[in-house]
T-cell receptor, first 115, second 116 residues
Framework: DGGITQSPKYLFRKEGQNVTLSCEQN?????MYWYRQDPGQGLRLIYY???????QKGDIAEGYSVSREKKESFPLTVTSAQKNPTAFYLC??????????????FGPGTRLTVL | GENVEQHPSTLSVQEGDSAVIKCTYS??????FPWYKQELGKGPQLIID?????GEKKDQRIAVTLNKTAKHFSLHITETQPEDSAVYFC???????????????FGSGTQLTVLP
């Protein structure tokens, strides 16, 4: 089956610890995205990548880091510098970006709780 | 950067009635407007989208209208069914807050409940 997978589904971490969320896609999409979703709010863009080995900050990149070493993978690290990390994190991918307007496909999400 | 406002935040309708959700956007250069449906604990799924060169698009019970002059777009669901109950998000592809690129900015969501 083609699609986007995120793991784990639920994640708990202690304050002060870094944690990495996994996102993998087998859709052969060039672009990948990370969003944060808080209750009663829309999705906010953290980071995005339009091509391997390149990524850009979104609206709320502070306290987060990413890498894009492979086309299929776009892991997100939530660092201890992120002041309010408890949220639902969504990964998405799209066939292309830039001037092309293509549908973003979303993964099932990871719910991160900081204890 | 782009700012998208969505109303109402909650909407309850009787099964069979129509539901309308409205969004406004700020960036007049925004050119792509998708609508997503999100069920509890899952990722959003695209249900319909519209590009800026089109005023209306329909897909079975779902339709979207776009008014570029007024910078607003709406989702219309007719003959609602209980399985339509979910959170619906609008989005607009405009400049993000850093002003460096065009990406999707989402509205805050509408919780639609269809009562049987």
């Amino acid at each position: 089956d083609g699609g986007i997978t995120q793991s784990p589904k639920y994640l708990f971490r202690k304050e002060g610890q870094n944690v990495t969320l996994s996102c993998e896609q087998n859709l052969n999409h060039d672009a990948m995205y990370w969003y944060r979703q808080d209750p009663g709010q829309g999705l906010r863009l953290i980071y995005y990548s339009q091509i391997v080995n390149d990524f850009q900050k979104g609206d709320i990149a502070e306290g987060y880091s990413v890498s894009r070493e492979k086309k299929e993978s776009f892991p997100l690290t939530v660092t201890s510098a992120q002041k309010n990390p408890t949220a639902f994190y969504l990964c998405a991918s799209a066939r292309a970006s830039g001037r092309n307007l293509n549908e973003q496909f979303f993964g099932p999400g990871t719910r991160l709780t900081v204890l | 950067g782009e700012n998208v406002e969505q109303h109402p935040s909650t909407l309850s309708v009787q099964e069979g009635d129509s539901a309308v959700i409205k969004c406004t956007y700020s960036d007049s250069a925004s050119n792509y407007f998708p609508w997503y449906k999100q069920e509890l604990g899952k990722g959003p799924q695209l249900i319909i989208d519209i590009r800026s060169n089109v005023g209306e698009k329909k897909d079975q019970r779902i339709a979207v209208t776009l008014n570029k002059t007024a910078k607003h777009f709406s989702l219309h669901i007719t003959e609602t069914q209980p399985e339509d109950s979910a959170v619906y998000f609008c989005a607009a592809r405009g400049l993000i807050s850093s002003g460096s690129a065009r990406q999707l900015t989402f509205g805050s969501g509408t919780q639609l409940t269809v009562l049987p």
